[in-house]
């Protein structure tokens, strides 16, 4: 519980101060060093899943075009993503709250509830700019093709790393900044000749609204990503599914809110959140539906990079079958690009590139009550009391370690 800047344990009453931005960052890289092989396996099937769903995405936004157009509000694709997301989130609830044992605070009464929503408000922040994001997606596959938007999304990482330096204090060696430098220049290969000549839209050349969109399209979803990630990470002790039911829960009501300000401007009818769906528009919500709950996983129990690296991976897959199902050729400038990025991730990722941890210039520990929790309690609170510059406010002699060793 947080109270005035101080965090307390709800067990053994413990207190510590509120841990920063960096702390949080220097606690989890901490636990990640010594990750267990359950988790390795973890960020691997995540790796997977979100390949997949994140290299179907451009191809199914595509084939839900007709004649170049959307017969369909794309704010209303979103708006039902996010309401199935809200459903799986409650579910999910339901079936976790059966699994409780006795004594556990029950994770569906009013005071969990109120308490996790005051606790998450934080995340409303990032759901206003995922409905950015998501109306954004619709608009560059009218400029691009779906490879072409999967490749410019990759500018991300970049975006990314620079604000994991300057929010949550994450380092990166110069061979992982060289790293990012290799991936946008294998991102300009790609992009070489990829814009149409001669076309407008808005009364401006098609270069200058492209680069306006990419810009926006490159910013918004990082400053979320880095954001949702610290907001996660800092209630580490409530459920996921709380969090992404909050998470959720804003994002259809900013989505509801577009969906109004388009009732305002295009009349009535546009109130119709079903019209000018197919089954290819079916298929989008329930791939994108799967891949924002599989990035809360990424962004709480891994991190921001490995997701957007994960990302890029998936950059072959839709090049692959865009090829296969649109008739869409590969060209040189993709394949030469793509290898690049490869190159790029395999740097980056290179036990060479870490960066050597720091030596905290003190350790936050809890009290001896602590020692009847398990190792798991001890991974919930991680966040809260790992800060290595905090202070421990209780007056116990034995102690501790909260990270798990």
């Known amino acids: 519980m947080q109270r005035n ?30 990750i267990s092989h359950k988790y390795r396996a973890l960020n691997f099937l995540l790796v997977s899943g979100d390949c997949i769903l994140v290299g179907l995405q451009p191809i199914l936004v595509f084939m839900s075009k007709v004649d170049g157009k959307f017969q369909f509000s794309p704010i209303s694709v979103n708006f039902l993503t996010e309401i199935a997301k809200v459903l799986f989130a409650i579910v999910m609830l339901v079936i976790e ?6 004594g556990e605070k029950p994770l569906l009464s009013l005071s969990t509830f109120v308490q996790a929503a005051r606790n998450n408000v934080l995340l409303a922040a990032p759901a206003l700019l995922y ?7 619709f608009i560059m596959q009218l400029y ?17 790393a620079v604000l994991l330096k300057i929010i949550m204090r994450r380092k990166f060696s110069i061979i992982q900044w060289e790293a990012l430098a290799l991936l946008l220049i294998g991102i300009s290969v790609n992009q070489l000749r990829s814009v149409p000549v001669g076309t407008d839209a808005f009364g401006l050349p098609v270069t200058t609204i492209v680069y306006v969109y990419t810009l926006v399209f490159v910013t918004v979803p990082s400053l979320a990503s ?40 295009q009349g009535p009818e546009s109130f119709d959140i079903l019209r000018g769906h197919s089954r290819a528009t079916m298929f989008l919500i329930c791939n994108n539906a799967a891949q924002g709950i599989l990035s809360s996983f990424f962004f709480k129990y891994a991190d921001t990079i490995l997701k957007k690296y994960s990302s890029t991976v998936a950059t072959i897959f839709t090049g692959l079958a ?18 690049i990025v490869f190159i790029s991730m395999h ?7 870490k960066v050597k941890d720091e030596k905290p210039s003190g350790t936050v520990e809890f009290g001896d009550t602590q020692n009847h929790r398990s190792a798991e309690s ?11 510059d905090a202070s421990h406010l209780s007056a116990t002699d034995e102690r501790k370690p909260l990270l798990p060793i």
Not at 131 to 137: D, P, R
């Open 5 to 34: 800047g101080v965090l307390e344990c709800s067990v053994c009453r413990s207190k510590v101060a509120v841990p920063s931005p960096r702390s949080v960052s220097r606690a989890y890289d901490k636990h990640r060093s010594k």
């Open 97 to 102: 709250s059966r699994k409780q044992k006795v």
């Open 131 to 137: 409905a950015i994001n998501n109306y954004l997606k």
């Open 144 to 160: 691009f093709s779906p490879a072409t938007v999967k490749m410019l999304s990759n500018l991300k990482v970049l975006v990314i």
């Open 226 to 265: 880095v954001y949702n990630e610290y907001a996660l990470k800092s209630q580490f002790d409530t459920s996921i599914y709380l969090q992404n039911l909050f998470l959720y829960g804003y994002g259809a009501i900013f989505n509801f809110l577009g969906i109004l300000v388009t009732v305002i401007f």
């Open 322 to 339: 865009s090829a296969a199902f649109l008739g869409q050729p590969l060209t040189v400038n993709f394949l030469l690009g793509i290898s």
């Open 347 to 353: 740097q980056f990722f290179s036990p060479l590139a």
């Open 378 to 388: 001890s991974f919930v609170n991680m966040t809260a009391g790992a800060a290595a």
